[in-house]
């Protein structure tokens, strides 16, 4: 399995970016449609925060943190075993490397990173004052 991410960069505060993260090598056993899906980031000198997720895609469980709800938002698109997290009104505070992670919906909850098997490799977001 693996997941790749894109769309980091740099934005200003105020401005928005979306992030991708394109999932593959799911078998019919253990397909994309079975996984829970999330984003976490972790800033320098910082423990990895679970930011949003989706725990389950049939009936569109999400959880967002407080420090991002009203302005990110998680989707995912089941027929591109892809999914994103839109980011608007971004602040200097979400400066921070960017984690897609991906995990079956049995197990995860939402913000816990142990529950979670596969992980992307970071995209770096960068938010100007």
């Known amino acids: 399995v693996q997941l790749v991410e894109s769309g980091g960069g740099l934005a200003q505060a105020g401005g928005s970016l979306r992030l991708s993260c394109a999932a593959s090598?799911?078998?019919?056993?253990?397909?994309?449609?079975?996984?829970?899906v999330g984003w976490f980031r972790q800033a320098p000198g910082k423990e990895r925060e679970g930011i949003a997720c989706?725990?389950?895609?049939?009936?569109?469980?999400?959880f967002y943190a407080d420090s991002v709800k009203g302005r990110f938002t998680i989707s995912s698109d089941n027929t591109r075993n892809t999914f994103y997290l839109q980011m608007n009104d971004l602040k200097p505070e979400d400066t921070a490397v960017y984690y897609c992670?991906?995990?079956?919906?049995?197990?995860?909850?939402?913000?816990?990173?142990?529950?979670?098997?596969?992980w992307g490799q970071g995209t770096q977001v960068t938010v100007s004052s």
């Open positions: 992670a991906a995990g079956s919906s049995l197990v995860v909850s939402g913000d816990t990173p142990f529950e979670y098997d596969y």
């Open positions: 090598g799911f078998s019919a056993d253990d397909s994309y449609d079975d996984q829970a």
């Open positions: 989706i725990t389950n895609k049939e009936d569109r469980s999400i």
